[in-house]
């Protein structure tokens, strides 16, 4: 019978299964980070296990880490404490971690695909829930909870019920100033925030294939603001051009012998999924987010909604309170609207195909007065690379603050964030009241919106950018 | 954990859909390295803004169960969410449907999460609303929960997860008893990648 992509991937990886119990799934890499294992580390040393595979885990230091001033110690104690508990949990525990002062040291899911240990066919978890990043290699990837955490580093394995399919298929070919991101904030305004609970994604079609590994990361990296835990895009010469070479991607027979087995993978002609949504590429607009969840987006020539003119109770009220939090009225052009903070960054968005997209439309020209552009790599390779092309340069000449890695203004728990009332456009991946900071108000858009929103001081339209 | 017994709760409308984890608790509190201490940070920012919002007043300090709207604790995968809900007080959710992580995550701590259709739950947010004191009776085993008007309304959950909260017991033993099973598949399929040696 013909299989899906995450058919294949799900029995391959199933250990055991007994009657009327979920299956127990083997785990081929286990990402970690500062935030979401200390408690289960925790639980091992309580329970006197130890990590059954450390040389399958990896850890880095993101979510709470500064991005500026590394030579100096954490201001933060509570930040401070618990880096220096992981640090001392790796060291316990053998697992290997790429620490502050790491030149590989970055968000965790920048890195993963960045080193070459994201691969294709792989079961892959963090606790963080955009794991989902991973699928865009045909990588079954989850986010899961501090207590999986430390099933996963006892067991190798987590306990699993099969998930649902659900095809997304992309059509058409982008215009001119559309991307990933778009694409992306499109399908989750068309689905809801839930329309892909109790699913796996896969997308498909020709809008996808087009696209470059980093813009497929950025799809999957939001599979999750549409209530799906995992996203996946089936692996093809763009995926595998990708990885060759990379630090811990297969090298010699090894990889002819992966490449061999990861050409098996795609879903085979005919599989059946679940679910199928369409949609065309070529008539998506730039998107940008009005309220309060990631699936609140219009094109950004829209207007937000008027709740009174909405049938639904519930999106009636949301939308109201999605306005009265945001401060913007009833039918309300998006354009134009005045903006005090710029980020940049993100595992949405912070690889070097954003940061070039930004600074083309940065290059020559100022941010405006009354906006602050933070611009923050998402590892400390990117960083390199985009100093050696002179990205930071054109950054910093236009006025932009120009950062050290890690996920800053996205969860504000490192003293990156908006002062209560203030409006960000941001590339990151969550609008949730609060999110970049008590009080802020978040527009999700793509790095060409937001680098065009930074010159214009209010939400603009990269396209007039863009030639 | 301890064990689920059957229990009987005061309601705490709130009545909103959609509410993610950030909400719940925001990620300016993830700096902690244990459990403990988080229910305070319970809903935090919704409660410096409104002094009349629900968790500030005393009936949520009686409350067991929370009514809650729509697709509840959507977006990040923080466990910190069900840690601040039960060390608030809660000892279940009920919702017309929660999100896939919240949901594995509740359930790991003994959080109950109840899924019931749209009548039910209409019908328990006005009762919420209107009578503070009132009760329902959660029973895991039979998994029911009995309105004050006696009728008994069953909710969905997994089997195998019943089991682990009626004995009180996680999944880590399970997993470990399977030990034999895991090396068996690694040696079948080892896979390639080794994430050691670090790289400098």
Request: negative net charge; contains cysteine.
């Amino acid at each position: 019978m013909p299989q899906t992509l995450f058919e294949k991937i799900w029995n391959a990886h199933v250990v055991a299964q007994d009657a009327g119990a979920p299956a127990v799934l083997y785990i081929d890499l286990h990402l970690v980070h500062e935030v979401t294992s200390p408690q289960a580390f925790s639980g091992l040393r309580a329970r006197g296990l130890q990590v059954r595979r450390p040389d399958k885990t990896v850890a880095t230091l993101d979510h709470s880490t500064p991005t500026k001033d590394l030579h100096l110690p954490i201001a933060d104690p509570l930040a401070a404490k618990q880096v220096a508990q992981l640090e001392a949990n790796c060291a316990e525990f053998g697992v290997p971690l790429y620490g502050l002062n790491s030149e590989r040291r970055g968000i965790v899911h920048i890195i993963g695909p960045e080193l070459g240990l994201t691969q294709p066919g792989m079961t892959i978890v963090c606790g963080d829930s955009h794991t989902s990043t991973h699928g865009a290699f045909g990588a079954l990837a989850f986010g899961i909870g501090t207590s999986e955490v430390e099933h996963v580093l006892a067991t190798q394995c987590l306990l699993q019920r099969k998930p649902k399919t659900f095809q997304v298929r992309m059509g058409g070919a982008l215009q001119p100033g559309v991307t990933a991101k778009d694409i992306i904030l499109a399908l989750i305004a068309q689905i809801g925030i839930e329309g892909g609970t109790g699913h796996v994604l896969e997308y498909t079609g020709n809008a996808i294939r087009a696209l470059s590994m980093e813009a497929r990361m950025t799809v999957c990296n939001m599979s999750i603001e549409g209530g799906a835990r995992a996203g996946l895009i089936a692996p093809d010469d763009t995926t595998f051009e990708y990885l060759a070479g990379r630090p811990f991607a297969p090298q010699g027979e090894a990889w002819e012998r992966a490449l061999a087995g990861w050409r098996q993978l795609p879903s085979d002609e005919g599989a059946r999924f679940d679910q199928t949504v369409t949609l065309d590429a070529g008539a998506l607009e730039p998107m940008i987010t009005y309220g309060t969840n990631p699936g609140m987006g219009v094109p950004i020539s829209g207007r937000t909604p008027d709740p009174d003119a909405l049938r639904d109770v519930g999106q009636k009220n949301a939308a109201r309170k999605a306005l009265d939090y945001m401060g913007l009225r009833p039918n309300q052009p998006l354009l134009g609207q005045p903006v005090d903070v710029v980020f940049i960054g993100s595992c949405t968005n912070s690889r070097i195909s954003d940061l070039r997209l930004a600074a083309g439309v940065l290059k020559g020209r100022r941010v405006h007065p009354r906006t602050r552009v933070l611009v923050v790599p998402g590892s400390q390779q990117i960083k390199r690379q985009a100093e050696q092309e002179g990205l930071d340069t054109v950054f910093k000449a236009a006025g932009a603050e120009w950062r050290e890695s890690g996920c800053s203004l996205c969860i504000a728990m490192n003293g990156d964030q908006l002062e209560p009332g203030q409006y960000a456009v941001s590339t990151s991946n969550r609008n949730f009241e609060g999110r970049q900071g008590r009080g802020g108000r978040t527009f999700l858009a793509s790095p060409l919106t937001a680098a065009a929103s930074a010159v214009e001081g209010q939400i603009a339209d990269a396209r007039m950018y863009t030639g | 954990m301890q064990p689920i017994k059957t229990f009987a709760a005061r309601l705490l409308p709130l009545p909103s859909e959609n509410i993610d984890t950030d909400q719940i608790i925001p990620a300016r509190y993830l700096k902690v390295t244990d459990k403990a201490g988080l229910g305070d940070a319970l809903f935090t920012d919704w409660r410096a803004r409104d002094p009349n919002f629900i968790l500030n007043q005393p009936r949520a300090k009686e409350a067991g169960i929370l009514v809650a709207g729509d697709n509840f604790g959507c977006g990040s995968s923080r466990e910190h969410a069900p840690w601040a809900l039960l060390g608030f007080g809660f000892k279940a959710v009920i919702s017309t449907s929660f999100a896939d992580i919240f949901r594995n995550n509740a359930l790991k701590n003994g959080l109950l999460p109840i899924v019931v259709d749209e009548a039910t739950h209409q019908q328990l947010m006005s009762l919420a609303e209107e009578d503070p004191s009132a009760q329902i009776t959660v029973d895991l085993a039979a998994q029911t929960i009995t309105l004050p008007d006696g009728r008994a309304v069953t909710f969905p959950m997994d089997g195998f997860v019943k089991q682990m909260l009626l004995q009180g017991v996680d999944e880590v033993g399970y997993l470990t008893a399977k030990a034999d099973a895991i090396a068996q598949y690694e040696q079948a399929h080892g896979g390639t990648l080794r994430t050691q040696p670090s790289l400098s």
